[in-house]
């Protein structure tokens, strides 16, 4: 059987690369976060391992880079916060409080 994505794009995102459009499709797929299981590990051109969860468009394989923003950034999602935004800015997402989380412990 033939693989039905090999004709699509296939993008690796960082977090300071993520934009609303990817960040939405994200939390469709992965509503209450994602697991071990979902997390694709790869190597990278120079050979780093690179953890990443898959979301996909029409016409592109977004593979995003697992991190701890990522994760909060999806928890605290609000659509609202990106309406005043294109959903290509990158710009859009503003990187989350990480030593407010370590408090509530």
Do not use: C, W
């Amino acid at each position: 059987m033939k693989n039905r994505d090999n004709h699509l794009k296939r993008v690796i995102v960082d977090f300071k690369k993520l934009t609303p459009e990817i960040l939405a499709l994200l939390v469709e797929k992965y509503p209450d976060g994602y697991d071990e299981d979902q997390i694709i590990s790869f190597r990278n051109a120079s050979n780093e391992i690179i953890e990443a969860v898959e979301v996909t468009t029409t016409d592109t394989k977004y593979l995003v880079k697992v991190s701890k923003k990522l994760a909060l950034t999806m928890e605290n999602y609000d659509e609202d916060d990106y309406e005043d935004y294109e959903e290509n800015d990158s710009g859009a997402i503003q990187e989350p409080d990480l030593s407010s989380d370590e408090d509530s412990d």
